[in-house]
């Protein structure tokens, strides 16, 4: 019964910590979602759960495939919410959504529908359907989820798409361009 928002994946909340450079920008970001209301969800607290930053740029840039873990300072979820909240000025809803057994029905139709197309639609499949229930919109950097959300019919908001709008060039796309030339050497 939850009004439709915009679903901050988890891709999309560790990119602000990541890339410093996107706290400059933040309020802009947040002004052009979509949506009044800004959802996050419990399945996004447990994926950061032990997970770490990197430690520095270049270890950001070996990170190809998950193939160089981030060694850095432990991940700040609550720290995240609350910078975003900021940004929006107004609250960031977190939803529980571990006891909905009508999110959990939709979760394990996607997750047998999306077995093929994704490594890892785990934590990602509750969030599609979050989304897809709610009618919200999906903000992730997470090209897999994209596919399916496109396949189901949910709108989506490509992190890095509208940060390039509002800074030239994303911080992510300024990485993947770094990435390549790293690995070509």
Do not use: Q
Request: aromatic content about 8%; charged content about 30%.
């Amino acid at each position: 019964k939850l009004p439709p928002g915009n679903v901050i994946e988890t891709c999309a909340l560790m990119a602000v910590e990541d890339h410093p450079e996107i706290k400059k920008y933040g309020k802009k970001m947040m002004a052009k979602l979509p949506n009044k209301r800004n959802y996050v969800l419990s399945t996004s607290k447990k994926e950061y759960y032990n997970k770490k930053c990197y430690s520095s740029r270049i270890e950001h840039i070996k990170d190809k495939n998950g193939k160089c873990p981030p060694t850095g300072k432990p991940r700040d979820f609550h720290k995240r919410i609350v910078e975003l909240a900021k940004w929006k000025g107004a609250p960031i809803y977190y939803v529980n959504i571990e006891k909905s057994e009508e999110i959990l029905r939709k979760a394990t139709e996607f997750a047998v529908r999306f077995a093929k197309v994704t490594r890892h639609l785990h934590g990602d499949n509750f969030i599609l359907a979050f989304a897809r229930i709610t009618k919200s919109t999906l903000v992730t950097l997470d090209g897999g989820l994209v596919h399916c959300a496109k396949k189901s019919k949910v709108k989506t908001i490509h992190l890095s798409t509208l940060l390039s709008e509002i800074m030239g060039e994303s911080p992510m796309e300024a990485i993947e361009k770094e990435r390549e030339i790293y690995f070509k050497k």
